[in-house]
């Protein structure tokens, strides 16, 4: 089993940035796929980012392409939230997927195995 807590979240001014934190515990997840994902009130949950377990190959939504930056360690992922919109607001979850292939990213969020509780990220105008 594995437990993930997020942390980072706040409130911050449009052009401002956060970066968030995902603790992994239980087992280690340094050879599984990790993911950031967010849900807007009113929205469902959305594909934000994700990285392999090996050579951290990454892949990211279009809409936040060239502003966030996903990263990891042996016992944490971060997402680096750059130039923040009112539209980044929402909830984010990392999630780990128990991945055999070291160099796979998954964006496909019903292919994560476990999730985290979510930080609130609040972006104002």
């Known amino acids: 089993q594995v437990h993930l807590v997020e942390s980072g979240g706040g409130l911050v001014q449009a052009g401002g940035s956060l970066r968030l934190s995902c603790a992994a515990s239980?087992?280690?997840?340094?050879?599984?796929?990790m993911g950031w994902f967010r849900q807007a009130p009113g929205k469902e949950r959305e594909f934000v980012a994700a990285?392999?377990?090996?050579?951290?190959r990454t892949s990211y939504a279009d809409s936040v392409k060239g502003r966030y930056t996903i990263s990891r360690d042996n016992a944490k992922i971060y997402l680096q939230m750059n130039s923040l919109k009112p539209e980044d607001t929402g909830v984010y979850y990392c999630?780990?997927?128990?991945?055999?292939?070291?160099?796979?990213?998954?964006?496909?969020?019903?292919?994560?195995?476990?999730w985290g509780q979510g930080t609130q990220v609040t972006v104002s105008s």
């Open positions: 999630a780990a997927c128990n991945s055999r292939e070291p160099f796979r990213v998954v964006v496909d969020g019903r292919n994560y195995d476990y």
């Open positions: 239980g087992r280690t997840v340094s050879n599984y796929a």
């Open positions: 990285i392999s377990w090996r050579a951290a």
